[in-house]
């Protein structure tokens, strides 16, 4: 049994429970119409007026069900059904009818015509709440199936949800892994060129020549006609001042401009300038 099946039998099960204690109420009725050969007719039509009643509540009773149920689960089906409970209610409400009829015309002339009458709209009645109770279980049976299809359609979308979920979630960490050795790859690599960059660094430093060491380096040629020493006026200390300010050529003086000459130099602007006028020149 599914878990959609237990609860909605249920309900049809309440359903044809109040069905059959209407059924009851009427033959209970009838059994006292048949004990009381007395009975008035105004007490006859009070009887009569009460199961009319009860028919009718065991009616509306059973559309509200079914329109409940329709609404949980819509089915095309649901228009017919309520035809069909209208015409077995009406077959109902027209034998009741005719019934009480005959019994008022016979009851004034014969009792036994009564009782007989009474047991061929027992037989009615039987008969014809066996058959709404039939429709009841059939209509149940139909209801139970569409709630379990439906119940299985929902489960597998659930499943296919999952399933598309799960691949996401795997492909996003599949990516993440491939970020990660990326970065770590890019973090090598600079970590690689720092180390090539702190090693020529270091070759660099070694080639240029210490001055107050009796070590031997690499001295780098400059050409004479390019030397502060053609410039008149710049002499050995002079050129040793500018060359610890980084003034250590012709094109050095004349792009180092007159105010950082001057301040190298400790000389005044003009005397700058003019050197910088012959470097120029």
């Known amino acids: 049994m599914s878990q959609s099946e237990s609860p909605i039998r249920a309900m049809f099960d309440a359903q044809r429970t109040a069905v059959k204690q209407s ?26 007026s009460l199961q009319r009643q009860q028919l009718e509540i065991a ?5 509200g069900y079914l329109s409940a149920t329709a609404a949980m689960l819509p089915s095309d089906d649901a228009p017919e059904v309520h035809r069909t409970i209208d015409e077995a209610f009406g077959q109902l409400e027209t034998t009741h009818t005719e019934f009480y009829d005959a019994l008022e015309r016979e009851l004034e002339r014969d009792v036994d015509s009564a009782n007989e009458l ?46 598309l979920q799960d691949r996401l979630e795997d492909k996003l960490e ?41 070590e031997p380096h690499t001295k780098i040629e400059t050409d004479p006609e390019h ?4 410039v008149e006026g710049i002499d050995a200390d002079t050129r ?32 700058a300038e003019e050197w910088i006028e012959q470097a120029e020149a």
Not at 59 to 63: D, L, N, V
Not at 122 to 132: G, R
Request: charged residues 30%.
């Open 174 to 214: 599949d990516q993440t892994s491939d970020v990660e050795e990326l970065l770590e790859r890019q973090a090598e690599q600079i970590e690689q060129f720092q180390q090539q960059l702190e090693a020529q660094t270091e070759s660099m430093i070694q080639e240029i020549p210490v001055q107050g060491t009796d």
């Open 118 to 163: 009474s047991e061929e709209f027992v037989d009615a009645l039987d008969e014809q709440t066996d058959q709404l109770l039939e429709m009841t279980r059939s209509v149940e049976d139909q209801t139970v199936q569409n709630v379990d299809e439906l119940s299985g359609q929902l489960r597998e979308q659930l499943e296919r949800t999952q399933e």
């Open 227 to 230: 030397t502060l020493e053609s």
């Open 59 to 63: 009616q509306a009773a059973t559309h």
């Open 240 to 271: 040793e001042r500018l060359s610890e300010a980084g003034i250590a050529t012709i094109d050095d003086l004349t792009r180092a401009g007159p105010e950082s000459v001057a301040e190298a130099a400790d000389i005044s602007e003009s005397q």
């Open 23 to 48: 059924q009851q109420l009427f033959k209970q009725g009838m059994a006292t119409q048949r004990n009381a050969d007395t009975m008035a007719l105004t007490g006859l039509k009070g009887q009569k």
